[in-house]
């Protein structure tokens, strides 16, 4: 069963707009949450964390949102821009084990 | 400027037939990890080492090896590829300061024959 999800493979926005992308997770033991970006042929790049304390972690155009109740966490990018075209990996650990469980990921394409 | 390395990015090899890919970083991370990732899904945990610490997933069959010569060097063995190991191998790094953020090669991309 996995443990992170991502239940849309895909998302299309116009460039300035914004992109939402969304991520749930089961295991309770997770406290700490990423998200990576992906461009084709190369490996993923971090963008953003958030620790289980706050409940949101902005830098510069990104945004991460975590509802722990809900075991539910969201990446906000506005203005969305078409470089900003990849796929976005959801990813969480525990206890800094550095142990990463990975989502099945995002497709996000920003149209001109 | 500091990175991972993988070697080749692109293998080929008839089923059976054993095969090693490898990975380097200047990074000077102590913990590295391999992910197996196939078409649109999640990168998989293969196995990480930890300095020399080799920490194996329960479900990672035998069928993966790793070796880890030094802080820079890290290998995958394959040692009888089958048709459903064909995937994009994915190596990264960490630091102990910070182990969650993981920076990743390009990757791997294995076919089998």
């Known amino acids: 069963d996995q443990q992170v999800k991502q239940n849309s493979p895909s998302l299309s926005v116009q460039e300035g707009r914004i992109s939402i992308l969304n991520c749930d997770y089961t295991?309770?033991?997770?406290?700490?949450f990423l998200w990576y970006k992906k461009y084709p042929a190369e490996g993923p790049t971090f963008l953003i964390s958030i620790s289980s304390i706050k409940d949101k972690n902005e830098d510069g155009r990104f945004t991460v949102f975590l509802n722990k109740s809900a075991k539910h966490l969201s990446l906000h990018i506005v203005p969305s821009q078409p470089g900003d075209s990849a796929v976005y990996f959801c990813a969480a650990s525990a206890s800094r084990a550095g142990k990463s469980t990975f989502g099945d990921g995002t497709t996000l394409t920003v149209k001109p | 400027d500091a990175m991972v390395i993988q070697n080749p990015r692109y293998q080929v090899t008839q089923f059976g037939k054993p095969v090693t890919l490898s990975c380097s970083q200047t990074l000077n991370h102590n913990v590295m990890y391999w992910y197996q990732q196939k078409s649109s899904q999640a990168p998989k945990l293969l196995f990480h080492?930890?300095?020399?610490?080799?920490?194996n997933e329960a479900d990672t069959p035998d069928n993966f090896q790793s070796r880890r010569p030094n802080t820079s060097f890290c290998f995958l063995d394959i040692r009888s590829p089958g048709l459903g190991d064909a995937a994009m191998y994915l190596c990264?790094?960490?630091?102990?300061?910070?182990?969650?953020?993981?920076?990743f090669g390009p990757g791997t991309r294995l076919t089998v024959l």
């Open positions: 080492y930890y300095d020399k610490d080799f920490n």
């Open positions: 295991n309770s033991m997770f406290d700490y």
């Open positions: 990264a790094t960490s630091s102990t300061t910070d182990y969650n953020e993981q920076f």
